[in-house]
């Protein structure tokens, strides 16, 4: 629900921060004051065209910011998360800034975002109900929701059953699609890659071959030199022949001196360990050079053949893989896409036959929606048409029309759903956004509203002058019905009837002030008195009276009984989202 709303700039605002009751909030003023200004800001960030010529005169730009407290598992925190927005403690933050040069700027929660993205969030954030404005319930969509949330639980699992049909029917068409592919491609792909597979495979690649193939080519290029220095290094460690000493040879001498030095003294006794070391280390490279040069093997053409292999595999690493391991894998994926498309005839049919059981299933379950969706309405019509009548409609016949198309696969079924209405006798049935009055409109609304507000996923509703054209006893029952919607969410109502402005759990008045060169627009929050005084005003007229002043007050102790009436009848179940 909308908590606080900031406007700068806007049209006769210059600056203006109000702060909003979750229940019953009224609008009064006098005709022209200016009432619908802020109505027409909070229209800005819920993603409304924008216009500059509503930029306060000498300003650069306009701005409005708006803070809402969401449920964190409802239908606005679900799109948020989609947009990878943030929502911290179920506190929305929409920003919206307007220039002369036409630029917007829009923000959520401090995150830039499209006017598009803004209105996907603001039509689930507010319902707007004017004589000029359409609404979520104009939107046979919404109709249908709020159809379904009548027909109760049965409805809610075949609507379970329905979208998940026609979600794998969905997805079995696209791959049935994309399956039915021309022949002649097929053969085509599957001769390319029969070509690929054979190349990859003809060279029965080992993970590591080029490695260890570069590493005996660089030993083959290097043959002689390596030859030659292992020679040299066992000729130099053993000796030259039988008649010379290598350095093991003379290192044992050494070492046989230094034993018998550290005898006598101990100073010696410390080369021992560093002799003994370095003997054992010399023989051990002894032995690993005389082993090198056994392994030493130059076949003749070897190198030539170490040299075309690794000319064969830089090849194939020009055309498949970066290195021996990835076009390894590549050969495996060839291999299973050839599969695939060698087995596509069998998964087609089984594709075709899986899709043709579902439909079938599908359609069982549409109809059997289709006929709880019959069934519900003839009890909703007479529940709509007992609003209308209390709010002096006594004649309006309300029509719910239920058309079934079987060739439509949706997650709600195969229904079109619309609400309809005749006024008056004689009077052709229309949709309701064909309703030619606003005032019919606005108690037309607020019938429905009544019955599906605890339904209804959109937690602050606003109703622009919806007094038009009634008085009387009709306006009282328009002033209870609008309270006991408040009871249930957030209501924001501009109206000129006092037995509305009665019930108000919050009073703002809106006042036109200003001289020759500037005009501005004030909106107060009125304390009781103040609200006492604006209601006797607004049953007096220009003058107040000392009985408009009692009847006010007496109005004010009616609406504060049938408030407390509301909070010890109020329903205990928590409010629930009406969802497709």
């Not at 009064?28 to 010529?53: F, M, P, Y």
């Not at 194939?316 to 050839?338: C, M, S």
């Not at 005839?345 to 379950?365: F, G």
Request: proline share 2%.
């Amino acid at each position: 629900m909308l908590k606080r709303i900031s406007i700068a700039n806007y049209a006769l605002i210059d600056k203006l921060e109000v702060d909003f009751n979750d229940h019953l909030n009224v609008i009064t003023g006098e005709t022209g004051a200016g009432k619908s200004i802020v109505i027409d800001a909070l229209t800005l960030i819920l993603g409304q065209r924008g216009n500059r010529k509503n930029i306060r005169t000498g300003a650069a730009k306009l701005s409005v910011q708006g803070v809402f407290e969401i449920d964190p598992a409802g239908s606005v925190a679900k799109k948020l998360s989609d947009m990878a927005i943030p929502v911290e403690d179920g506190t929305l933050i929409l920003n919206r800034s307007l220039t002369q040069n036409g630029r917007n700027t829009c923000r959520i929660n401090g995150f830039a975002v499209t006017v598009a993205q803004l209105k996907a969030i603001g039509q689930d954030l507010v319902d707007i109900h004017s004589q000029h404005e359409n609404n979520s319930l104009f939107q046979p969509a919404a109709q249908r929701r709020l159809l379904d949330a009548w027909g109760g639980d049965e409805t809610d699992e075949l609507l379970r059953q329905t979208r998940k049909q026609a979600e794998r029917l969905k997805e079995l068409s696209r791959q049935i699609k994309t399956q039915a592919q021309d022949d002649r491609e097929l053969a085509r792909q599957k001769q390319v890659l029969a070509f690929e597979i054979k190349d990859i495979e003809a060279a029965q690649l080992r993970a590591g071959e080029d490695e260890r193939l570069e590493k005996e080519q660089r030993i083959l290029e290097n043959s002689e030199m390596l030859f030659s220095q292992v020679k040299t290094g066992r000729q130099l460690l053993n000796g030259a022949d039988d008649d010379s000493e290598g350095m093991l040879a003379q290192l044992s001498k050494v070492q046989r001196i230094v034993d018998r030095l550290s005898q006598f003294d101990g100073v010696f006794k410390a080369y021992q360990a560093a002799l003994e070391t370095a003997s054992a280390e010399l023989s051990e490279l002894a032995i690993e050079l005389a082993s090198y040069q056994e392994d030493l093997n130059f076949e003749p053409g070897r190198l030539d053949e170490v040299e075309k292999r690794l000319s064969l595999i830089d090849s194939l690493k020009r055309k498949y893989g970066d290195t021996v391991e990835e076009i390894i894998a590549y050969g495996t994926h060839l291999n299973e896409q050839y599969d695939n498309l060698a087995h596509h005839d069998d998964r087609l049919n089984a594709m075709k036959k899986e899709y043709a059981e579902l439909w079938k299933a599908y359609r069982q379950t549409a109809r059997t929606l289709h006929e709880k969706r019959v069934q519900a309405v003839q009890s909703l019509e007479a529940a709509i048409e007992g609003q209308l009548a209390d709010l002096a409609m006594p004649r309006a016949r309300f029509v719910i029309s239920v058309e079934e198309d079987e060739q439509i696969i949706a997650p709600w079924g195969n229904d079109q759903v619309s609400f309809k209405i005749s006024v008056n006798p004689g009077t052709p049935i229309r949709p309701l956004k064909e309703v030619a009055s606003g005032g019919e409109i606005s108690r037309i609304m607020l019938a429905i509203k009544c019955i599906f507000g605890r339904y209804d996923r959109v937690e602050t509703m606003i109703f622009d002058e919806i007094d038009t054209g009634i008085s009387g006893r009709t306006a009282q029952v328009v002033a209870e019905k609008i309270l006991q919607l408040s009871r249930e969410r957030q209501v924001i109502t501009i109206t000129h009837l006092p037995q509305i402005t009665a019930m108000a759990d919050a009073h703002f008045r809106v006042v036109k002030e200003g001289d020759d060169s500037t005009t501005q627009v004030s909106f107060d929050r009125l304390d009781e008195a103040e609200s006492r005084d604006e209601l006797a005003r607004m049953l007096s007229g220009a003058k107040v009276t000392d009985l408009s002043e009692t009847h006010a007050t007496e109005m004010l102790a009616m609406a504060a009984q049938q408030k407390a009436a509301f909070r010890t009848d109020a329903h205990p179940d928590k409010k629930e989202e009406v969802k497709v």
